[in-house]
């Protein structure tokens, strides 16, 4: 993987479309075209707006991993032009090692790969890790250029 980075937590909230707590990345530590892995703390914090009844379940990393993809597409859009709005449309094989992310003492390890990679559709594999410890992985499919699908009625 390219040493491209460290990008810190200011200019991936430039990047991407979650702002405030719900930008919940720290930085991107390495990057290149197929791969990108980036560090989150946010887990930790008890106002992460992700959190229910008091705890961060693990199914919440698919967010942290869907971030992670957007601020990818952001680093390989043109420079002279904005990033590729996209979707996240469906996640496959994802298996759960651990059954919340809250009581993680570490920083998340957020890595996805592109897989596939075709018109507007991209296929990501991606995990979430702690200290070695795998905590989730699975397959994410994103549609991408999908803004006229937003503004359906």
Request: with cysteine; charged share 20%; glycine share 10%.
């Amino acid at each position: 993987m390219l040493n491209q980075g460290p990008l810190d937590h200011a200019w991936i909230a430039r990047h991407i479309p979650h702002q405030g707590g719900m930008c919940l990345l720290d930085a991107v530590e390495t990057w290149d075209q197929e791969r990108i892995r980036c560090r989150a703390s946010s887990h930790r914090a008890a106002d992460n707006p992700l959190r229910a009844y008091g705890r961060l379940g693990a199914a919440c990393g698919i967010e942290y991993a869907a971030q992670a993809m957007a601020v990818h597409g952001a680093l390989l859009a043109p420079q002279d032009g904005g990033a590729r709005i996209g979707f996240l449309v469906s996640v496959r094989g994802t298996k759960f090692h651990a059954g919340r992310l809250d009581d993680v003492a570490a920083d998340l390890q957020v890595e996805a790969s592109c897989i596939s990679q075709g018109g507007s559709q991209v296929l990501y594999r991606f995990s979430l890790s702690a200290e070695g410890r795998l905590l989730l992985d699975g397959r994410a499919a994103v549609v991408l250029d999908a803004d006229p699908l937003a503004a359906a009625p």
